[in-house]
C-alpha cells in the first residue's frame, strides 16, 4: 500500500475500497491528499522540456508519437467522407512510406462510429468516440447514459467521457463519482467485455492544480481506464504541467492499487517538439511501463502532419513542407 | 544514467524503451585557448614577473585545457598600482556613464552566452544544461541590474553622494567561477570602485575571457585587473596594503585567516564562506515539489554550492514516503559529460575536492549512517561522485555537521516544529535553508527562528541579482546583491 494512500485521512490501513462510501469519506479523502505547489510543478515541466532529444531518439519518438495519436475529428460539420478520409489517413499516415506506424484510434462523435467502425474494419485502429453530452456534459444523466450506450453499440472500442464539472466545482464529488461509475456500466457490451473509459476533466475549467489532482484520484477510483485532461473546445487544453500532474497522479495510485491508468492529454499539442516534451515526462515520471499506446494518447489532429515532416526530414535529409504531407 | 552508462551493468532486455541519444554541445563553442595566459593588468594580457606555471585541466576528463601563471607578489603589486591609478577617474566618472559600460558588459556576455557557457562547462565540469541556463543568464542580470543602482547611489539609503572605497581586492571560489566574477564586480565598479580579481586556481579561463570582453567594451584600462595563481596570490592581493576594501567568498578556514590578517587595518571586509543548510520538509508539505526542491537543492552543481541544501530534516510522519519518492527521482538523474545537454550532474571540479568527498562519505558510514546511491557508472576518466545519499544520520555524525561540497545528501528526522527550528539552527553555518509546507503561517513562524541569511519557502536554490545573500555566524558577514550588495563597496 502506498504511503501516499496512507497519508490521506480515512484510508490508512484500510485500503481504498471504502473511500466513496459517503460524499463526506470522499471529501476527506480527496482534500487530504498532498497539495501541488505550482510554482515547483510548472517549473519541474518547463526543466523537463529542456531536453535534448536527437538522432536516433528522435526517430524512436516520433514513432512513438505517431502510434500514440488519437486522430480526431469533433467538428459539427463532420460528414462520412470526412471520418472516412481521416480513417484511411489514420491506416496509412504517409503514402509515401508504408513503414510508418498507424495511429491508436480515430476520435468521433457518436454518429459517426459505425462510419468510422467500417472504414478502419480490419486494421488494429481503435474507434473512440466522446458520449455523455460532450463538450459541456450539460444534460440528464439518463441522456449522457444513452449516448454512451449508443456509441458502444454502434462498435466504438473507447469512450471518450467528460465529468460533470460543475458538481465538482461545487463540491458535489460522490455526484460525479456515481456518475463516472453509470458511464463505465454502459460501456460493458453484454459479452463480457466493455469499452475502455475515458475520463475527460476539462481542465482548463478546473483551474487549480489542486483540483486536478483531486479529479484525478476521483476518476481512478470511480474506474477509468484512462484520464484525460481536455476536450479540445476551451480556451486553456492540454499543458506539460497538468499532464504532468497527472502522470505522477497514475503512478502513485498504481503504487496504492497495482492498477495501471492511462493517460491522454488533449487539444494544443501540435508540434513535434511538444509532442517531445510529453514523451519525456512520460519516460522521466513513468519510464517504460507508460511508453506505449494502451497507456499513452495524444488527442490531436494537427500534430500527425509535423511528425510525419519530421520524420520524412530524418529519413530523406530534407526538409519538405506542407504540400508533401496529406490534408484529410 | 547517461546512455553509454548503461550499457555495461545492464542487461539488453532491461535497457529503457526510450534511451536519449548523445546531444553533446560542441567543445569548440568555447573558443581558442591559448596555451598559455599571463595576467591582466591594466587592460593589457601580460606576462607574470615569474616563472612558475600552473595547469588547469578539463575535470570531466583530466586533460590540460591550458596553462596559467602563478601570481607573484610583484604581480599583484603592478595590478594594485593599474587598479589605484585607474580609480580617480572611474570615480569621478557620472554614475550615469559607469552604467553605459555595465550594460555594454551585460549585453556583451549575453551575446557570447554560449562560448562563455562552454568555455565555463569544460573548466569547471559542471553540466552545460546549468552553465547555460543558470549561470551565464544571471552573469548578464547581475550587471544589468547594478548598471541600474550606477547614478541612483544618493537614493540607496547611505545618504546623498556616498563615496567609493577605492581599489578592492576580490578572491572567488571555483564552483560558479564567472557568477562569483560578477557578484564581485558589478556592485564594485557601478559604486566607482576599481578592482584586482583573482579566481580560483582550478577554474581561471572564464575570468580572463571575461578580460577580453571587458577590452571589447571600452573599459577604462585598469578598471578591472585579473590576476591568477592559488592561495598564495590571493594572500598577497589581501595583505597589500593599497587595497582598501577585500571580498572573499570561499571556506571558512581560509575566510577566518583573511579576517586574521586584516584585523587593525583600515581595509572594509565581507565574507561568504561556508554552510551546512537544513532543508525542512513538514508533513503537510507537497511532496513531488519537495523532493524536486530537494534534488535541486543538493544535486545541483554536484552540491558544490555554498547554501546546498545538505542536511534534509524531514518530518517523522512522512519520512518513509519521502525518501522513496527521492530515491526513485534520484534514479532518474543522468550522470556523466557535461557537454551532453542532457546531463543533470556532471563531473566533481578536482582531485582534491573529490579526496574530500569521499573522505567525509567514508566517516559517514565508518560513522553508523546508512549510505545509498543509484546504480550508475561512471565514466573511466576524470573526477566523479554518484548521487549519494545518508539515512540514519544524527546530530553527532560529521556528515551532519561538516560542509562536504558535493553530491552528498544528510537526512534526519524531527518530530515537531520546535525540534525542526532547534536541529536546523544547530550548526556553527547560517548562510540558508529551506522550508517546504503547504500552511502559509507555518512558513513564517519557521523562517522567523532559522538563523538563516536566505530562507526559501517551496522552493530552493533560487537567486536574483535583486535579493542580498549572505550568511550568519560562521557562513560569513556582509550582503552582497541587491541594495544591500550596494555597501559593501561604499564609505558608509
Known amino acids: ?328 | 544514467m547517461a546512455k553509454k552508462n548503461v550499457a555495461k551493468d545492464v542487461p539488453a532486455a532491461a535497457r529503457p524503451v526510450f534511451e536519449y541519444a548523445p546531444a553533446p554541445e560542441s567543445p569548440a563553442a568555447a573558443g581558442e585557448l591559448a596555451t598559455s595566459y599571463g595576467h591582466f593588468i591594466g587592460g593589457e594580457f601580460v606576462d607574470s614577473s615569474g616563472s612558475e606555471a600552473l595547469k588547469t585541466v578539463n575535470p570531466a576528463t583530466e586533460q590540460v585545457l591550458a596553462e596559467f601563471a602563478q601570481g607573484t607578489e610583484e604581480d599583484v603589486d603592478r595590478a594594485v598600482a593599474a587598479a589605484r591609478a585607474a580609480f580617480a577617474d572611474w570615480s569621478a566618472l557620472p554614475g550615469s556613464e559607469r552604467a553605459k559600460y555595465l550594460f555594454r558588459i551585460a549585453r556583451i556576455v549575453q551575446e557570447r552566452s554560449r562560448e562563455l557557457a562552454v568555455l565555463e562547462s569544460i573548466d569547471n565540469g559542471k553540466p552545460i544544461k546549468e552553465t547555460r541556463d543558470v549561470d551565464l543568464p544571471l552573469v548578464a542580470a547581475h550587471f544589468f541590474y547594478y548598471a541600474g543602482w550606477a547614478d541612483k547611489l544618493d537614493f540607496a539609503g547611505f545618504g546623498p553622494n556616498p563615496k567609493p572605497l577605492g581599489v578592492a581586492g576580490q578572491v572567488i571560489p571555483w564552483n560558479f567561477p564567472l557568477l562569483m566574477l560578477a557578484w564581485k564586480i558589478a556592485p564594485a565598479l557601478a559604486t566607482g570602485n576599481t578592482v584586482v580579481l583573482k579566481p580560483a586556481e582550478t577554474t581561471p579561463l572564464t575570468a580572463l575571457r571575461f578580460a577580453e570582453i571587458c577590452r571589447q567594451a571600452g573599459l577604462p584600462k585598469g578598471v578591472v585587473n585579473i590576476v591568477t595563481g592559488d592561495g598564495r596570490t590571493g594572500a598577497a592581493l589581501t595583505a597589500h596594503p593599497d587595497v582598501s576594501k577585500v571580498a572573499f567568498t570561499g571556506s571558512t578556514a581560509v575566510g577566518r585567516a583573511i579576517a586574521k590578517q586584516l584585523a587593525g587595518s583600515r581595509k572594509k571586509l565581507s565574507l561568504e564562506l561556508g554552510g551546512k543548510a537544513a532543508n525542512i520538509v513538514f508533513d503537510d508539505a507537497p511532496i513531488d515539489q519537495a523532493v524536486e526542491g530537494i534534488v535541486n537543492g543538493i544535486f545541483f552543481n554536484q552540491g558544490h554550492v555554498c547554501c546546498a541544501g545538505s542536511r534534509l530534516l524531514v518530518q517523522e510522519s512522512v519520512q518513509d514516503e519521502l525518501l522513496d519518492a527521492l530515491k526513485r527521482r534520484m534514479a532518474t538523474l543522468r550522470v556523466g559529460d557535461p557537454l551532453d545537454k542532457n546531463t543533470d550532474v556532471g563531473a566533481i571540479n578536482s582531485a582534491a575536492q573529490l579526496a574530500r568527498i569521499t573522505e567525509l562519505a567514508a566517516a559517514g558510514e565508518a560513522e553508523g549512517a546508512e549510505r545509498w546511491a543509484p546504480a550508475c557508472e561512471l565514466p573511466a576518466a576524470g573526477y566523479w561522485f554518484r548521487p549519494t545519499l545518508f539515512t540514519g544520520v544524527s546530530q553527532a555524525h560529521r556528515i551532519a555537521r561538516e560542509e562536504i561540497f558535493g553530491p552528498v545528501l544528510s537526512v534526519l528526522t524531527f518530530r515537531t516544529p520546535a525540534e525542526a527550528v532547534e536541529k536546523a539552527n544547530n550548526t556553527q553555518y547560517g548562510l540558508s535553508a529551506g522550508i517546504w509546507t503547504e500552511k502559509g503561517s507555518r512558513i513564517l513562524w519557521t523562517a522567523d527562528r532559522l538563523r538563516a541569511g536566505v530562507v526559501w519557502a517551496n522552493t530552493f536554490n533560487k537567486f536574483d541579482p535583486t535579493s542580498p545573500f549572505g550568511g550568519y555566524k560562521e557562513s560569513g558577514y556582509g550582503r552582497e546583491g541587491g541594495r544591500h550588495g550596494l555597501e559593501a563597496y561604499l564609505d558608509v
Open chain 1, 1 to 328: 500500500m502506498s504511503t501516499l494512500a496512507a497519508h490521506a485521512p480515512g484510508v490508512a490501513g484500510g485500503g481504498l475500497s471504502d473511500v466513496a462510501a459517503s460524499e463526506a469519506s470522499l471529501r476527506r479523502f480527496l482534500h487530504g491528499l498532498p497539495g501541488v505547489d505550482a510554482v515547483g510543478l510548472e517549473a519541474r515541466a518547463a526543466a523537463l522540456g529542456t531536453r535534448s532529444i536527437k538522432t536516433t531518439a528522435k526517430a524512436f519518438a516520433i514513432d512513438l508519437a505517431i502510434s500514440m495519436i488519437d486522430l480526431t475529428t469533433l467538428e459539427g460539420a463532420d460528414t462520412v467522407g470526412k471520418v472516412r478520409s481521416l480513417c484511411i489517413k489514420g491506416k496509412h499516415p504517409d503514402p509515401t512510406d508504408p513503414d510508418t506506424p498507424q495511429v491508436a484510434a480515430i476520435c468521433v462523435y457518436p454518429d459517426m462510429v459505425a462510419t468510422a467502425k467500417a472504414a478502419l474494419a480490419g486494421t488494429a485502429v481503435q474507434v473512440a468516440s466522446v458520449a455523455t453530452a460532450f463538450p459541456a456534459g450539460r444534460a440528464a444523466l439518463p441522456v449522457k447514459l444513452a449516448d454512451t450506450a449508443d456509441a458502444v453499440a454502434a462498435g466504438a472500442d473507447e469512450i471518450d467521457m467528460v465529468i460533470d464539472r460543475g458538481a465538482f466545482l461545487s463540491g458535489r464529488y460522490l455526484e460525479v463519482f456515481e456518475e463516472i461509475r453509470a458511464v463505465r456500466q454502459a460501456c460493458e457490451r453484454g459479452d463480457g467485455t466493455a469499452a475502455h473509459l475515458k475520463v475527460i476533466f476539462e481542465t482548463g475549467e478546473l483551474q487549480t492544480y489542486d483540483n486536478v489532482r483531486r479529479a484525478s484520484w476521483l476518476a481512478m477510483l470511480a474506474g477509468a481506464d484512462f484520464i484525460k485532461t481536455s476536450t479540445g473546445k476551451v480556451a486553456v487544453n492540454a499543458t506539460p504541467p497538468v499532464t504532468l500532474l497527472m502522470l505522477e497522479a497514475v503512478r502513485d495510485f498504481k503504487a496504492a492499487t497495482g492498477t495501471q491508468i492511462g493517460v491522454k492529454p488533449a487539444g494544443g499539442i501540435r508540434t513535434t517538439k511538444d509532442a517531445m516534451k510529453y514523451l519525456v515526462m512520460v519516460n522521466e515520471t513513468l519510464g517504460d511501463d507508460w511508453l506505449s499506446p494502451n497507456w499513452f494518447r495524444f488527442g490531436a489532429s494537427s500534430l500527425l502532419n509535423d511528425l510525419l515532416m519530421q520524420r520524412q526530414k530524418l529519413r530523406t535529409g530534407r526538409y519538405s513542407g506542407p504540400d508533401y504531407v496529406t490534408v484529410d
